[in-house]
């Protein structure tokens, strides 16, 4: 399986704008899709947003328009943008991959904390 890193999380304000970024250990990932997931204390984990290698992407609902996902193949890396942060967005925000045709995801990064509060 392939190693995940993140990196980025922290303390903001309702507003700020944060990047967090995830380290893939291998190259070769034009055949995986990644994710950003996060969970909140309280709640389960939900998707914020996956990107193919190849470009497509898609969102949670919910958070289109304040978070971006995008890769650097050269880097191996995968960012996720987050924009006018809002104390709702307070969570432990995970990376994860699988490979195409594998329906769950299969590798997971150890998380970055993310808070945001006045």
């Known amino acids: 399986q392939v190693q995940l890193t993140e990196s980025g999380g922290g303390l903001v304000q309702p507003g700020d704008s944060l990047r967090l970024s995830c380290v893939a250990s291998e190259r070769g990932l034009s055949t995986y899709v990644m994710g950003w997931f996060r969970q909140a204390p309280g709640k389960e984990r939900e998707i914020v947003a996956s990107?193919?290698?190849?470009?497509?992407?898609t969102y949670a609902e919910t958070l289109k328009g304040r978070f971006t996902i995008s890769k650097d193949a050269a880097t191996n890396t995968v960012y996720l943008q987050m924009n006018n942060l809002e104390p709702e967005d307070t969570a432990i925000y995970y990376c994860?991959?699988?490979?195409?045709?594998?329906?769950?995801?299969?590798?997971w990064g150890q998380g970055t904390q993310v808070t945001v509060s006045s």
């Open positions: 990107i193919q290698w190849g470009g497509f992407t």
């Open positions: 994860a991959a699988h490979r195409l045709g594998v329906q769950i995801f299969e590798s």
